[in-house]
T-cell receptor
Framework: AQSVTQPDIHITVSEGASLELRCNYS??????LFWYVQSPGQGLQLLLK????DTLVQGIKGFEAEFKRSQSSFNLRKPSVHWSDAAEYFC????WGGGADGLTFGKGTHLIIQP | GAGVSQSPSNKVTEKGKDVELRCDPI?????LYWYRQSLGQGLEFLIY????????KSGLPSDRFSAERTGGSVSTLTIQRTQQEDSAVYLC??????????????FGPGTRLTVL
């Protein structure tokens, strides 16, 4: 079965600074990879996804992520964070076949933005 | 078009009471998922519906939890005899059929359940 690890529970970044959120996955083949963001009291919004092709994917709100097969990683980056980026970020692995295997989520990284 | 909607947005109930949570998926989405998100936790899969197939109930934590999906669209998650540990945000998601489409899920805003 697949699994997702987000090693950082909390990250604090100054406004305007760059950001990298880590995500490692475990799966026997190349999975489908996602990053979701959840603002307080809100549902999950898809930031970006990787299915195949170019390993650097661009998403909404200025985010990007890079799939590195050799490291089983899919880290999320942003060159300059804004206070509105403060939220919970979830990495997820998708496996074809749906059902309980459809999406496996990491436990999330809570991003705090310092003024 | 409209996204996934859930109602109510907040529900406060007393221990031992039954509650029903509703999910309206995106029109045309054949797959529907329920997740539970407890404080400080990730998303815990509960149940999955795909078309007219029997639901995958493998994630339901106890027999107090059940769900149905009527007409392949709206779904209701029912929790009987609620306990305080049931307090959480319950998220619903839907997706299209097909290989890549089925793994891309669209989430509703959730229902925050508080059991006193």
């Amino acid at each position: 079965a697949q699994s997702v690890t987000q090693p950082d529970i909390h990250i604090t970044v100054s406004e305007g600074a760059s950001l990298e959120l880590r995500c490692n996955y475990s799966y026997g083949a190349t999975p489908y990879l996602f990053w979701y963001v959840q603002s307080p009291g809100q549902g999950l919004q898809l930031l970006l996804k990787y299915f195949s092709g170019d390993t650097l994917v661009q998403g909404i709100k200025g985010f990007e992520a890079e799939f590195k097969r050799s490291q089983s990683s899919f880290n999320l980056r942003k060159p300059s964070v804004h206070w509105s980026d403060a939220a919970e970020y979830f990495c997820a692995v998708g496996v074809w076949g749906g059902g309980a295997d459809g999406l496996t989520f990491g436990k999330g990284t809570h991003l705090i933005i310092q003024p | 078009g409209a996204g996934v909607s859930q109602s109510p947005s907040n529900k406060v109930t007393e221990k031992g009471k039954d509650v029903e949570l509703r999910c309206d998926p995106i029109s045309g989405h054949t797959a529907l998922y329920w997740y539970r998100q407890s404080l400080g936790q990730g998303l815990e899969f509960l149940i999955y519906f795909q078309g007219n197939s029997a639901p995958d109930k493998s994630g339901l934590p106890s027999d107090r939890f059940s769900a149905e999906r009527t007409g392949g669209s709206v779904s209701t998650l029912t929790i009987q005899r609620t306990q305080q540990e049931d307090s959480a945000v319950y998220l619903c998601a839907s997706s299209l059929a097909g290989r890549e489409s089925s793994v891309e899920q669209f989430f509703g805003p959730g229902t925050r359940l508080t059991v006193l």
